[in-house]
């Protein structure tokens, strides 16, 4: 047992209250985690508001832009939960060690090459993101932001690694006090930074982007104190972080790539989404930033309990117990069920007024308050598709989330949206049309993820 920490809950616990405290053992942290940042996220955009509805736009076109670059690390990780979270299971840590040390390596090397090419052609990207209708100060102000958080990013690409991988363990906590404590730090040199408070110059929203680089280099540094030494099932080792073992990264890749087909997918479409959104203007724009920003707040639940089920899906086939697993994800579906109705209510009832922290314009409120009781009407669905696909993917099976990534965000998102906003066709329901389009592609999902789960064919995966 790894020294500094107590030891973990068996996963093979008998009593159905004991699996349902180890179900919250891991799932709160996420929960907490993802509440903080979707709160830190909140006021942040409320900081940047502050400049005028452009600087909503702004920092919004970056999103996809910055996404594409994280795509690499989103599969990589993948691979990563899933062979560590194995390891686990099976009391093997020298192979799960290396899973931590080969998955840094990768994460250098991937980094310094997006940062590379996302500097010569990130201005392509968001002038393209932008199209015919958005103004020349809203992409001035995005591309500003951008070329900042590209030189801030292998820091952030590290730390989500190193968080993976001990999510995979079983420690759900890392990622939530490295969130906690990078996050105060950006809201800190938010205010410092945008408006020039303190003493400080200020920034706009050049500002803001790097209180939020700030903050990622206060994570990396938490993170690698976490594992460094014997805190954690897994520690660094820094001479083997230099040493390439080709068979281990081709088991991670060999998980992991269909994970990066599926992000490269959702990226794909996102622009796209993006594309259409834009043609409606800079006021709808906004607006949908807004809605954005505060969906959040409905998916916190169902990637919290979705990080529990990666874990305990993956140490119990470690442990060859694929009927404990199921187990395991039943319980935590029916707690992510739960959870999200809670959530929706306040979206439903309480948007309104949560919207009047980001403007006092009562287009941009009305817009984005709509927009919030259709994202709470699937709600509970739309989180039930996270744990259902996290619990496929702690088993090994990343393939099936690109395929339903593809069907849900290439095909369903555009068209229908295209469908219910062309002034060509009848319908014409501008950015209430565009987010139905986005809630019928989590519906999709979730009963093509639900049906995959129960045909039971990742309980013989092997990874």
């Known amino acids: 047992m790894p020294k500094g920490r107590a030891a973990a809950p068996d996963i093979e616990v008998e009593s159905l209250s004991g699996k349902r405290l180890l179900i919250i053992g891991l799932a709160w942290p996420a929960l907490a985690e993802n509440v903080l940042v979707s709160l830190v996220s909140m006021v942040d955009m409320v900081m940047v ?119 995979g363990v079983g420690n759900t906590r890392a990622a939530f006090y490295n969130s906690t404590v990078s996050n105060l730090v950006n809201v800190f040199f938010n205010y ?9 110059p200020a920034w706009g929203i ?81 607006a949908h930033m807004i809605a954005m920003n ?57 948007g309104e007024a949560i919207t009047h922290l980001y403007s006092n314009d009562p287009e941009l409120i009305r817009l984005a308050s709509n927009m919030l009781k259709i994202i709470a009407v699937v709600n509970p669905i739309s989180n039930a598709r996270f744990v259902y696909l996290a619990s496929l993917r702690g088993a090994g099976d990343s393939r099936f989330a690109a395929v339903a990534t593809f069907v849900g965000v290439l095909l369903i998102r555009p068209v229908v949206s295209l469908l219910l906003i062309a002034p060509q066709l009848p319908f014409q329901l501008g950015l209430a049309g565009v987010w139905i389009a986005l809630s019928s592609d989590g519906v999709v999902c979730y009963f093509l993820s639900r049906r995959r789960f129960l045909k039971g064919k990742w309980e013989t995966i092997r990874v």
């Open 294 to 350: 505060l969906q959040q707040l409905s998916f916190m639940t169902g990637m919290a309990f979705g990080a529990a089920a990666t874990s305990l899906v993956g140490q119990c086939l470690g442990r060859v117990r694929a009927d404990l697993a199921r187990l395991y994800v039943k319980m935590t579906q029916n707690m992510s069920y739960i959870a999200s109705i809670v959530v929706a209510l306040l979206l439903f009832f309480g």
């Open 49 to 167: 508001a502050s400049l005028g509805a452009y600087a909503i736009g702004a920092v919004g076109l970056v999103t996809q832009p910055r996404f594409v670059m994280l795509a690499a690390f989103m599969a990589l990780n993948v691979g990563s939960t899933a062979m560590v979270s194995r390891f686990k299971g099976a009391r093997d840590r020298d192979n799960a060690n290396m899973v931590l040390n080969q998955s840094l390596l990768m994460s250098v090397g991937i980094s310094v090459i997006l940062c590379v090419v996302m500097l010569f052609g990130g201005e392509t990207l968001v002038r393209f993101l932008a199209g015919n209708n958005i103004s020349e100060q809203m992409i001035q102000g995005a591309l500003g932001y951008l070329r900042i958080q590209v030189y801030g990013f292998p820091t952030l690409a590290i730390t989500i690694t190193i968080n993976a991988v001990l999510r």
């Open 192 to 200: 410092c930074l945008i408006g020039g408070n303190l003493g400080f």
């Open 206 to 286: 050049n500002g803001a982007s790097i209180a939020t680089v700030i903050g990622q280099c206060v994570a990396l540094g938490m993170a690698l104190w976490m594992v460094n030494g014997t805190r954690e099932f897994v520690s660094i080792d820094f001479k083997e972080i230099f040493t390439v073992n080709l068979q281990m990264i081709r088991r991670i890749f060999r998980v992991g790539v269909p994970a990066l087909v599926e992000q490269l997918v959702m990226r794909i479409g996102m622009m796209l989404f993006t594309i259409i959104i834009t043609s409606l203007g800079d006021h709808s724009y906004s």
